[in-house]
């Protein structure tokens, strides 16, 4: 076991809102924790429930859907 | 730069000066003389090899002096066009007669020993002049000891320190020892603001670039014993979102001392620097720092003067070129335009904008000859990757420091080696540079590479250079992937290299998986419809309108009110002294009864379908319904003036706004006349809490009014309460004049704003003064209080348009910097008010590039689409479940006959479609899918994610 739990979680993220958001807190040099790995849709609405479900069932931690 | 470089239609001619203009608009004969290269650009493949070879070394004047470059050498590695060039005065063989090694060593053949100076002759029908500004040099003058004191730098010589192109690759040392500074002070005004230089102006941009610079030092820096403190007379942020980057820069721990220090005097041993100035106590104060940066200020470059004189175009006292309030690019000259610094010190959103609106002006004369010098650009053919087993190429971008300050980047290329289906991997400084798109395109042939990956920055602003790279080698532009490890990385874990270092991995991986199932994607065109829509009918909403009938676009006017002309039927004159109103009545009737112009009032927008080449909207007007197509849309909704609720406003008739003291001074100036003490109080509900902008004209504003008082009445007190005086540019002369004439200046504090009450009928004022340390209280016939500038409430259009505004209500723009005046949504364009508070001259200025964006697209017949749209696959049952998410009505179902039978399935229209995938995600048979989002891609992604695990 790992000292401390660090979750790996997938973030799908809409292109035109929660991405530019992400794209801008790296502009603006906001520091948050390297836990997501972001994957970029065109929509968060693009993102299939299977996807999601698929994801949690081969162990990734968590599963964030921003948009 | 690099899109400048690679523009079929720009013809770039460096090392040039123009040295005669004949003719006039429409038809100018322009000289320009070209200094020999010595290197043949034709063959010049900037491989650096002459540079290498050169043994004279001279200090490099683009990093300030600190470090060397050679007598053949390039400016910088982004240089374009990226051809070497030699410094005749510096060069061996120029000088002594004998060297050459650079012509033994060149592999193409380049040099040219005998290259002579060039006369070129050109035939246009407009000129824009945009030769910038250059650094004050405090050298001259011996200000704070620069030139003598090693620690002692420019904000343009730290600026290089600070780049990761710079003397010490990002690394922030200082001068005299070569170690990290901790403690830095920044001194505001050099070079401006005073009558001793002679730059009476104000530079307009020194106090913001201060004060980032104060905020980026902390991330060159290591340790948290960093300290920078920034000594300035009045801040100035009041440019669009300045004043928060202002408050945050203060959050963080920056130390702002509003005091002028006396004198610098070098440290022990002509290490640090020690600088003295007077507190806010008014005691003497001697504080050591490790170094000084004086932030200089912006003026006329050197040659102004001559190439004023060469094209005829009046200068001011500053030789800054001389332009109106209304045709703020203009010249003297018809048909030359000025843009930038050289028509005043100014920031880089408003030089892009003044850019934008001299090619707006300067197409006018070239509307008969429009497109018939242009080229268009073509592709080689695209190789045909579909039997092909995936191969693909990965570049690794440092960014400077920006990626690899953080990032370790050789470790990611090696990890990317060792990828499926990755057969080449490179890392460089700058991905974006125009040498690495050539770099990326010969490795493309080289390794016969289909599909790329480039780890770099966002998407969202590079794709599209990168994509072009692919097309031009041959290479479907979809074959293309990004993996954002810079936004969404660096940037962001700046403390964690090891986490940063593995998630940057990972984002490689997924990319890479990704890739592998991308496909060639084409685009297709639809027709534009050529016609512009204008919201709003103020000065920008006018402007916008008449440069859009002049260039031939019908356009509509859609205004609310029962009239054109918006705010400026309150405003008297503008900062120049032009008046208003007079210019008013004469553009309302020119807009009216423009042919190409459709003026509706009373009118507004109702709904909106389509999207840019193709907007459909229903207006009201008057209460009745009318449906119009056009293909882009200027936003120029205005904004109005703030209603205060503080200082007895609307309790005593004697308290006013701004406009309503104008209104009085035009209307009943003789009682005005006979005030005796006549008070401002300044940041009127801006600059606090809940409105954390500076209203930028309102100081203006002020200072005009008291001037106009004072010539009024010289004995008459007036007095301005504010916070900082932000009169930019060359307003500071107004300023100036206003303290000359007698008019009391006082500084308040947001904490203790002044009081205003009545006493025996008397309007009394009461604030506390920094300097006698104790409240004063002043009489007043008239308090005129400089509101604040509100957005006009445009929630309405923002949900039709599905565009954007900020916290505060004004538009967003696509980029502040890069693209200030297109709107987040494509088509739409901004200008005026609604934007950002701003006086005339750059409303029009911003309404002029609007209408220049605008018809970038407006000349084209036809428009091409993204490709990322949905499409049906042989899945789909046409159970028709994803109709009714579709938000575009994009969808629609469709019987077909197959062996007999009739089957259902969808079909979408691509021109509807914008690949949003609600589809996707509905449908339970992996029926419909969107190009370059399908699920298995973003399953590829889920599963390289799994890896790490």
Redo the contacts between chains.
């Keep these: 076991m790992s000292k401390t739990f660090e979750p ?1 979680i ?1 973030g ?1 993220l809409c ?2 809102c929660a ?2 958001g ?2 801008l ?3 603006s ?4 924790p ?1 836990n997501m ?7 968060s ?7 999601v479900v ?2 949690l069932q ?3 931690d968590g599963v964030i859907v921003m948009g | 730069m690099v899109e400048c470089g690679r523009h079929l239609n720009i013809e770039i001619h460096t090392l040039s000066r123009v040295t005669e203009v004949l003719g006039k608009k429409g038809n100018f004969n322009v000289t320009v003389e070209q200094k020999p290269r010595y290197v043949d650009m034709d063959k010049c493949i900037a491989c650096g090899l002459c540079t290498e070879k050169c043994p004279k070394a001279v200090p490099d004047e683009f990093n300030m002096g600190v470090g060397k470059r050679k007598a053949i050498h390039i400016k910088y590695s982004q240089t374009v066009p990226l051809k070497y060039a030699i410094d005749s005065g510096n060069c061996l063989y120029f000088l002594k007669g004998k060297c050459k090694a650079c012509e033994k060593f060149c592999p193409t053949g380049a040099i040219n020993f005998q290259d002579q100076p060039r006369k070129i002759s050109l035939n246009v029908g407009s000129i824009i002049l945009a030769p910038g500004y250059e650094p004050f040099d405090p050298a001259k003058a011996d200000i704070y000891g620069y030139g003598r004191i090693a620690d002692v730098v420019t904000g343009m010589e730290y600026e290089r320190l600070l780049s990761a192109g710079g003397p010490f690759q990002g690394h922030l040392l200082r001068l005299s020892d070569n170690r990290e500074p901790k403690k830095i002070a920044w001194i505001q005004c050099v070079g401006s603001r005073t009558k001793n230089c002679g730059n009476l102006y104000c530079s307009s941009v020194c106090c913001m670039y201060a004060v980032k610079q104060a905020v980026v030092t902390a991330e060159h820096l290591h340790g948290d014993d960093v300290s920078q403190t920034v000594f300035f007379m009045d801040l100035r942020s009041h440019s669009k979102e300045f004043e928060r980057y202002y408050e945050d820069a203060r959050s963080r721990g920056v130390r702002f001392l509003r005091t002028r220090p006396h004198s610098i005097m070098p440290g022990k041993n002509n290490i640090g620097v020690s600088i003295e100035y007077t507190n806010d106590r008014g005691q003497r104060v001697e504080e050591g720092f490790d170094m000084a940066v004086l932030s200089v200020g912006l003026q006329a470059p050197p040659d102004a003067l001559e190439l004023a004189e060469v094209c005829g175009i009046e200068l001011d006292r500053y030789h800054f070129a001389v332009t109106e309030s209304f045709n703020p690019v203009a010249t003297n000259r018809d048909g030359i335009y000025v843009c930038g610094a050289f028509q005043g010190p100014k920031s880089i959103p408003r030089s892009v904008t003044e850019a934008s609106a001299a090619a707006c002006v300067a197409g006018r004369s070239l509307l008969e000859a429009r497109g018939t010098l242009t080229l268009e650009k073509t592709y080689p053919e695209e190789r045909d990757v579909s039997g092909e087993e995936p191969r693909i190429g990965v570049f690794v971008c440092s960014c400077g420091i920006n990626i690899a300050g953080v990032v370790r980047v050789q470790e990611l290329a090696e990890y990317a080696r060792g990828l499926p289906s990755v057969v080449h991997v490179e890392n460089n400084l700058f991905t974006c540079s125009t040498d690495t798109q050539d770099l990326i395109a010969a490795s493309i042939h080289e390794h016969r590479l289909n599909r790329i990956v480039v780890a770099a920055c966002t998407p969202r602003t590079h794709e599209p250079l990168f994509q072009d790279t692919l097309r031009e080698a041959g290479l479907n532009a979809y074959l293309l992937e990004m993996a954002n490890i810079r936004n969404q990385n660096s940037w962001v874990h700046q403390k964690d290299a090891e986490a940063a270092t593995a998630k940057a991995k990972d984002q490689v991986r997924m990319a890479v998986a990704k890739a592998a199932l991308n496909a060639p994607l084409s685009r297709m065109t639809v027709p534009v419809v050529q016609k512009a829509l204008v919201i709003g009918g103020g000065i920008a909403g006018m402007t916008a309108a008449l440069e859009f009938a002049e260039k031939g676009y019908p356009t509509i006017l859609v205004e609310k009110s029962d009239r054109l002309g918006g705010n400026a039927w309150h405003i008297g004159r503008t900062a120049r002294g032009e008046e208003v109103r007079a210019v008013l009545l004469e553009m309302i009737p020119r807009v009216e009864n423009h042919p190409e112009i459709t003026v509706l009032k009373r009118a507004q927008v109702v709904s909106v379908r389509g999207s840019v080449g193709n907007f459909v909207s229903e207006l009201e007007v008057e209460g009745k319904r009318r449906t119009e197509e056009y293909g882009v849309a200027v936003v120029a909704t205005g904004g109005r003036e703030y209603q205060p609720e503080e200082y007895l406003y609307g309790r005593d008739p004697r308290v006013m706004t701004h406009l309503q003291f104008d209104e009085e001074l035009r209307e009943r100036a003789p009682s005005i006349h006979k005030a005796r003490s006549v008070v401002f109080i300044q940041c009127v509900g801006s600059r606090q809490p809940g409105r954390l902008y500076c209203s930028r004209v309102c100081c203006t504003h002020t200072v005009q009014s008291a001037l106009r008082l004072k010539e009024m009445n010289a004995e008459m007190d007036v007095t301005v309460l504010y916070r900082d005086m932000r009169t930019y540019g060359t307003r500071e002369e107004l300023y100036f004049r206003a303290r000359e004439l007698g008019v009391l200046f006082l500084r308040y504090s947001l904490a203790s704003k002044p009081s205003v009450f009545q006493e025996g009928g008397q309007l009394c004022v009461e604030v506390f003064d920094h300097v006698l340390e104790r409240p004063v209280r002043i009489s007043a016939d008239y308090l005129v209080l400089a509101s604040a500038i509100l957005p006009n409430d445009i929630q309405g259009l923002v949900e039709l348009y599905k565009c954007g505004v900020n916290e505060d209500g004004f538009v967003n723009e696509a980029h502040p910097k890069l693209r200030p005046v297109d709107m987040t949504v494509d088509g739409m364009f901004v200008a005026g008010l609604c934007h950002y508070p701003k006086p005339m001259d750059e409303a029009v200025a911003q309404a002029q590039a609007a209408v220049s964006r605008a018809a970038v697209l407006l000349a084209r017949e036809r428009l091409q689409l993204d490709a990322v749209k949905s499409y049906v696959t042989e899945r789909c049952d046409g159970c028709g479940l994803c109709l009714d998410v579709c938000p575009y009505m994009a969808i629609r179902l469709e019987e077909y006959e197959k062996e007999g039978k009739v089957h259902r399935r969808i079909a979408t229209d691509k021109a509807l479609c914008k690949g949003c995938g609600l589809c996707e995600a509905t449908c339970p048979k992996e029926g419909v899918m969107v190009h370059g989002f399908t699920l298995d891609q973003l399953r590829a992604q889920v599963n390289a994610l799994v890896e790490a695990l």
């Design positions: 790996v997938a799908f292109n035109w991405y530019a992400g794209d807190a790296g502009v040099r906001l520091q948050y390297p790995r972001v994957i970029r849709t065109m929509c609405g693009m993102v299939h429930p299977n996807l698929e994801a081969r162990g990734i």
